[in-house]
């Protein structure tokens, strides 16, 4: 299995940036693609950006020229890099891993098998 631990949330101010990382472990070789979810109450949970094993990236329309999704192999790290926050970035956000993906559909969440527990990003 492989294992998912996100950081790098908190609170910032409209204009502001955060970097969200995501420690992979277990059995990382298995993965085909990685990515970063949000969600907030009540709403369901959206593909923000994914990066597939040989670098290529996808972005949901709204956050793109505002972020960047990026990974560190020999740390096996997963990063989002988030610049020009808005209040409506505010979520928790996820970092997930497919075995798997259809090419078509590399941000939605139901192709992404395993899941890290979310950290809280808060846009003011």
């Known amino acids: 299995d492989v294992q998912l631990v996100e950081s790098g949330g908190g609170s910032v101010q409209a204009g502001g940036s955060l970097r969200l990382s995501c420690a992979v472990s277990?059995?990382?070789?298995?993965?085909?693609?990685m990515g970063w979810f949000r969600q907030v109450p009540g709403k369901e949970r959206e593909g923000v950006a994914a990066?597939?094993?040989?670098?290529?990236?996808s972005y949901t329309d709204s956050v793109k020229g505002r972020f960047t999704i990026s990974k560190d192999n020999a740390k096996n790290t997963l990063y989002l890099q988030m610049n020009s926050l808005k209040p409506e970035d505010t979520a928790m956000y996820y970092c997930?891993?497919?075995?798997?993906?259809?090419?078509?559909?590399?941000?939605?969440?139901?192709?992404?098998?395993?899941w890290g527990q979310g950290t809280q990003v808060t846009v003011s």
């Open positions: 990066i597939d094993s040989d670098g290529s990236t």
């Open positions: 997930a891993a497919a075995r798997t993906v259809y090419a078509g559909d590399v941000l939605g969440k139901n192709q992404y098998e395993y």
């Open positions: 277990g059995y990382t070789y298995s993965t085909q693609c």
